[in-house]
């Protein structure tokens, strides 16, 4: 982890949520993390992700709890590693994420989530008995984040999401399109996300030595690939997403623009869990879930925008990316909203 990886206050509010009201205990774990306690008092303050994962740790052992108060029972330390140990001997990735939720479902008390395949989309559903709305919203995230880092991990590359929906609204650190994928909607009836389900069948890469590496490093791993919102993956992707579709620079000009090697610029991109080619699909996913949400554009000047030479190309793709077409995705949007 680079000392350049950061993450935002609304984490490390969230993770000394556990401890609210116990401010002797709060000023232990921020000294142990390194993080000065004035910080707390500007939001827009960024904090090292070395740190973080250091208050993580440091919280999740004050509280005995590896879910950091955000359930009504929580995790006793060593339930994730207990986990863990288990989903390695899975035969698929879809044996791996029935086991992983069902095994939180053993610690966890107020959510828990579950699996559906419906066609060809994977989605998992979660279920969040908190009354609190702001408790609702980190423990959904927090618990999300576990089950898709423990899925990527796993299969040893990004699973890439298609749909997600929270029932909580935005919140503070802002609309995430890396990690929720482009079709996000707050305010849902029901949280849930959605992939291929192909991925299902992928075999678990993992084994014993890369696990032992795994949960010694998992704070870091999650919080890098999924906290670290300013990254170079997010640099690249609203770099694209800032010009035309014609306009955009190839993998050497922004490597050149960074001062980075090419290969410098793909390892860095990679250990946040993307390539250069999955950032532009990202980018032209979300001009076109934007456009149908929030345009009255014609299906073949979204195309365009969305850098499709052919409409019908775009049909496809979209298709592809959620089961149905354009068209029916913007009347069923348009019907709900």
Not at 78 to 100: D, H, K, P, V, W
């Amino acid at each position: 982890m680079q000392e350049k990886d950061s993450v935002s206050l609304y984490f490390v509010q969230a993770a000394l949520y556990g401890l609210r009201g116990q401010p002797e205990r709060i000023e232990a774990v921020l000294a142990e993390a390194g993080i000065p306690e004035e910080q707390l008092t500007d939001s827009s303050t960024r904090v090292a992700a070395t740190a973080f994962a250091k208050l993580w740790l440091a919280v999740a052992r004050e509280l005995d709890d590896e879910f950091l108060g955000h359930d009504s029972h929580g995790m006793p330390t060593g339930s994730f590693a207990l986990i863990c140990r288990g989903l390695i001997q899975a035969t698929s990735l879809g044996q791996a994420l029935r086991q992983c939720l069902s095994g939180l479902r053993l610690f966890l008390r107020d959510i828990q989530g579950s699996l559906s395949v419906r066609g060809d989309r994977a989605v998992i559903t979660v279920q969040n008995k908190r009354d609190d709305p702001y408790v609702r919203c980190i423990a959904e995230e927090t618990f999300l984040t576990v089950v898709l880092g423990l899925l990527c991990w796993l299969a040893g590359r990004r699973i890439p999401i298609d749909r997600s929906q929270f029932r909580h609204p935005r919140p503070a650190h802002g609309d995430d399109h890396l990690f929720w994928g482009p079709n996000l909607t707050y305010e849902a009836m029901q949280t849930e996300i959605e992939f291929d389900a192909s991925y299902l069948d992928l075999p678990v890469v993992q084994d014993q030595a890369s696990l032992k590496e795994f949960l010694r490093t998992s704070p870091q791993w999650l919080i890098v690939r999924f906290s670290n919102r300013e990254g170079l993956s997010n640099q690249v992707y609203k770099q694209l997403r800032h010009c035309r579709y014609e306009q955009w620079p190839t993998l050497a000009e922004m490597a050149e623009e960074r001062g980075l090697s090419i290969a410098s610029f793909r390892r860095q991109l990679q250990r946040e869990g993307f390539s250069f080619q999955e950032l532009k699909d990202e980018v032209r996913k979300t001009t076109a879930f934007e456009c149908l949400r929030n345009t009255d554009l014609s299906i073949v000047a979204i195309a365009e925008k969305a850098g499709f030479r052919e409409a019908s190309a775009f049909h496809r793709a979209f298709k592809q990316w959620t089961g149905e077409s354009p068209g029916h995705y913007r009347s069923k949007w348009q019907g709900n909203a």
